[in-house]
């Protein structure tokens, strides 16, 4: 695997090293090692599967408060998205900025987001599939968001064109 932090300090892209040969390709795509050697610490306890149906859907910004923080490692397993991060941490050099990577079956490139981010993403193909591994439970007690059109933070989205697909709780919540 390869690993290049992005400008929001902790946040990785991380590209996968495939080999291949006649039967196809083979990628590792998670190793506790190889994220310890570049000083990231996760422990992965649960796993989720989102299926999008349709190119716009918006998901997020979704987040977890203290003290249910939850470190992500999102990939594409079909299909393509813009994935997008914001740094929530009060204390960071970069709080409240956001960074955009797409996130594709072919490019096979993953986002590690550290605690205290909030992650989102557009489709940008119909039948899109978003694996996410967290090192955190799911918490509903502790579940927030920001709007993915707060002015606050300014996110550039991928031509939306339409009116986005979203869900209602996504769509309101309360700007910054």
């Known amino acids: 695997m390869k690993f290049t932090e992005l ?74 998205f813009y994935d997008v991060i914001v740094d929530l941490r009060p204390g960071s050099s970069t709080y409240l900025q956001w960074q955009g990577v797409e996130l594709s079956e072919s490019n096979g490139k993953m986002l590690y987001l550290p605690p205290n981010f909030a992650h989102g993403f557009q489709t940008l193909q119909d039948n899109t599939t978003v694996y996410y591994q967290l090192g955190e439970f799911f918490q509903p007690n502790c579940y927030a968001g920001l709007r993915y059109n707060d002015p606050k933070i300014g996110i550039t989205w991928k031509d939306l064109g339409t009116t986005p697909i979203m869900n209602e709780r996504d769509k309101n919540y309360e700007l910054l």
């Not at 991380?14 to 990628?27: M, P, V, Y």
């Open 7 to 80: 400008p929001l300090k902790g946040a990785c892209l991380i590209e996968l090293e495939e080999f291949k040969d006649e039967r196809g390709t083979f990628a590792r795509q998670f190793c506790k090692h190889e994220f310890q050697k570049i000083g990231i610490e996760i422990d992965l306890c649960q796993c989720n599967i989102s299926k999008n149906f349709k190119k716009n859907t918006i998901r997020g910004l979704h987040y977890q408060k203290a003290p249910f923080l939850e470190p992500k490692i999102v990939s594409c397993l079909q299909g393509s």
